[in-house]
């Protein structure tokens, strides 16, 4: 089975502080992504990768950025978080090799800034 | 750019009922993805059901089923013999074809819920 794992489920921050936000796949995804949840808004494309060292935004990428240096990881950073970035965050990865156009996610973690 | 349109914020259905989520879409293409996504209460999101757009027949996955109008761009979800286990958040989502760097486009979701 594909896993994703993020390194918190549960995240507490004060505003101003760099955050930096951990994923990690273990199925050898060429591609990975960032989303935010927002309840009514639903899930928005912060940033994704489709290769190492290779980024591209998404539909929000503003207050955000982001570093992959291996495959298997992704990291998403807060340079310095603010209270509107109080959110869900789910990574997730795709293949290239069937199931095709199948995204994996991680459980999520749940960022509140203060 | 690509929307998706869930039109139903929140529905309700007996246990052992039908029930349908509505999705609409818009798109350019000719040719991308179209998923249900489920996320109960654990908040991990698991795929639900696929389609193809190039495939006429709507996809089938035990109690869950889609009727896919391609031309109405239209992508509901039917959910056979409710059970409680199938609470949770349903997105719908969309995605070009052509390799898997770009991300899906989530409608706002649809919360379900199961009265026993």
């Known amino acids: 089975d594909v896993k994703v794992t993020q390194s918190s489920r549960y995240l507490v921050k004060r505003t101003g502080e760099k955050v930096f936000l951990e994923c990690v796949q273990d199925m050898d995804h060429e591609n990975m992504f960032w989303y935010r949840q927002d309840p009514g808004l639903g899930l928005r494309l912060i940033y994704f990768s489709y290769d190492v060292k290779m980024k591209e935004k998404g539909d929000i990428p503003e207050g955000y950025s982001v570093s992959r240096e291996k495959k298997e990881r992704f990291s998403l950073i807060l340079e310095s978080a603010s209270t509107n970035q109080t959110s869900m965050y789910l990574c997730?990865?795709?293949?290239?090799?069937?199931?095709?156009?199948?995204?994996?996610f991680g459980p999520g973690t749940r960022l509140t800034v203060l | 750019a690509q929307t998706v349109t869930q039109s139903q914020p929140e529905m309700s259905v007996q246990e052992a009922e039908t029930v349908t989520l509505s999705c609409t879409y818009d798109t350019s293409e000719s040719d991308y993805y179209l998923f249900w996504y489920k996320q109960p209460p654990s908040r991990q999101m698991i795929l639900v059901i696929r389609?193809?757009?190039?495939?006429?027949q709507n996809a089938t996955e035990n109690r869950f089923s889609v009727n896919f109008q391609k031309a109405a761009k239209s992508f509901s979800l039917k959910i056979s013999d409710s059970q409680l286990g199938d609470a949770a958040m349903y997105f719908c989502?969309?995605?070009?074809?052509?390799?898997?760097?770009?991300?899906?486009?989530f409608g706002k979701g649809t919360h379900l819920i199961i009265q026993p």
């Open positions: 389609q193809e757009a190039y495939k006429q």
């Open positions: 997730a990865s795709i293949g290239r090799a069937p199931p095709y156009n199948e995204q994996f």
């Open positions: 989502a969309y995605k070009r074809s052509g390799g898997g760097a770009d991300g899906l486009t």
